[in-house]
């Protein structure tokens, strides 16, 4: 059975949460958790997952600032507690992103602020694979 990709965009409060398909070639945004509800989600998908995508919150210039070493020290965390390889992926704009779509989509701001870190961690591991796929690392 081939496994998943599980994509995350880390907040301070929230993480919003993305899948894979099967064939790592699409993501879809799936829920949004309360980060200290993290570890155990990422339990329950535990035998399917290949590996966790979390974004990186890189400054505008590409610079590794404190938001990033705090993510990086997080999926460390993550890497070790679950025997699971992570990976980094760039995370600029995403949530800006995410939010323009909903709002093109004519959801209500209320909406917008629940699926707006789900969309996020989904426009974060589509990226990867795309990336992936293009480079043949998956």
């Known amino acids: 059975m081939n496994k ?3 994509g995350l965009d880390i907040g301070r409060k929230k993480v919003g949460i993305a899948l894979s398909d099967r064939t790592l070639t699409v993501a879809r945004h799936y829920k949004t958790v309360f980060f200290a509800d993290l570890k155990p989600e990422i339990k329950k ?8 995508v979390i974004g990186l919150p890189l400054r505008m210039d590409g610079s590794i600032g404190s938001a990033a070493e705090e993510v990086k020290q997080i999926g460390q965390e993550l890497s070790i507690a679950l025997a699971l390889e992570v990976f980094f992926h760039d995370e600029r704009l995403t949530s800006w992103e995410a939010r323009e779509r909903l709002k093109e989509m004519e959801y209500s701001s209320a909406q917008i602020k629940e699926l707006e ?3 996020s961690a989904q426009f974060i591991l ?3 694979l795309n990336d992936s796929l293009q480079n043949k690392n998956c």
């Open 4 to 6: 998943i990709f599980m």
């Open 45 to 52: 998908h535990l035998p399917n997952l290949k590996g966790l």
């Open 117 to 119: 870190h789900q969309v």
């Open 126 to 128: 589509q990226s990867f």
